[in-house]
């Protein structure tokens, strides 16, 4: 497959000293959902912003479908659907004319009420935008991006204020835009959504790639497909167990890493029956007790905060 987006080496300074892009490579491949990932103040909206074209690098090098913004920004910009994580639209036009004025914008958009009915917003066609809640809102500006019929749908954090049902019609509309050959690059703060829709994704902190491959992939490397956590008395008051603790229940069975996590000790594991076992009767031979006790599969939660020490949400 050819590549729809391509970075080499790109870099964002500013004021000469904050580096907000650290030599970031991505590749993205036409037809696929990628996703970009990281904590806030990673990078992620400098660099989609910049392969977006609407900020330019301090170095490095961004082709678009085979085309650099230097060169041919203007025919670029029709092959492009942007949906940016802070969309504000004029109040006293209704959503038939904000879809209308955007695809004025474009050389051959889409029908506005194929796009009205395909985000479920024909209801709302003669509402004016100040009167929406923030999940039509939400709809309406993915419907802005989608108007002009792109080759390449970008989306930041495109979910947002929607409610579930919302969530995954909108979900449905993006598998359908790539069923038809469409390329999509989003950023999202869902993991779930993250592993449903991403065929590939990049894990970015502190401007750099960290990680990348398909969720599967990303799992897999953790080094355990299970997750076993509990949380014993003895710990300090903070909730913390201290250090010789955590590298006891590393030595256990089948135990691949092991973290603190919200007050609860994470063990990765490749085998949770020759690990949960000796778990207990390593509890048992320490005098505490156990006070909690789950397990369930690795998920790309995991994966994040192994990497980043840090929660998606979390600044």
Not at 88 to 104: D, G, Q, W
Not at 285 to 311: I, M, N, P
Request: with cysteine; net charge negative; aromatic share 4%.
């Amino acid at each position: 497959m050819s590549a729809a987006i391509q970075c080499r080496d790109l870099r964002k300074t500013y004021d000469g000293k904050v580096e907000a892009v650290r030599g970031l490579n991505l590749e993205v491949l036409t037809g696929e959902c990628f996703g970009l990932l990281g904590p806030n103040g990673a990078g992620k909206t400098t660099t989609i912003e910049i392969l977006e074209g609407l900020l330019a690098p301090t170095s490095g090098e961004v082709s678009i479908l085979g085309h650099s913004w230097r060169d041919d920004e203007r025919e670029m910009r029709e092959w492009l659907g942007i949906s940016l994580q802070e969309t504000r639209l004029s109040e006293k036009l209704t959503v038939r004319e904000t879809i209308e004025l955007f695809a004025s914008f474009y050389r051959e958009p889409r029908s506005s009420d194929e796009v009205l009915e395909q985000l479920q917003l024909t209801e709302k066609a003669d509402s004016w935008v100040g009167k929406l809640s923030g999940g039509q809102r939400q709809r309406l500006a993915v419907a802005t991006a989608l108007v002009c019929n792109p080759k390449i749908l970008f989306l930041d954090e495109p979910t947002t204020g929607l409610d579930p049902q919302s969530r995954r019609q909108l979900w449905d509309i993006i598998r359908a835009f790539q069923r038809d050959g469409g390329t999509v690059m989003l950023t999202t703060h869902y993991m779930d959504e993250a592993e449903r829709l991403c065929d590939r994704l990049a894990i970015v902190d502190h401007g750099q790639v960290i990680a990348e491959g398909s969720p599967a992939d990303l799992i897999e490397r953790l080094g355990g497909h299970h997750v076993v956590e509990f949380a014993v008395s003895g710990t300090s008051a903070d909730g913390k167990s201290d250090g010789a603790a955590l590298q006891a229940w590393k030595g256990l069975p089948s135990v691949e890493s092991v973290r603190e996590d919200d007050g609860m000790v994470a063990l990765n594991v490749k085998q949770p029956h020759l690990t949960i076992p000796a778990l207990l009767d390593a509890i048992h031979q320490q005098g505490t007790q156990l006070q909690h006790l789950t397990t369930r599969q690795a998920s790309l939660e995991d994966v994040f905060v192994r990497l980043t020490g840090r929660h998606l949400r979390e600044d």
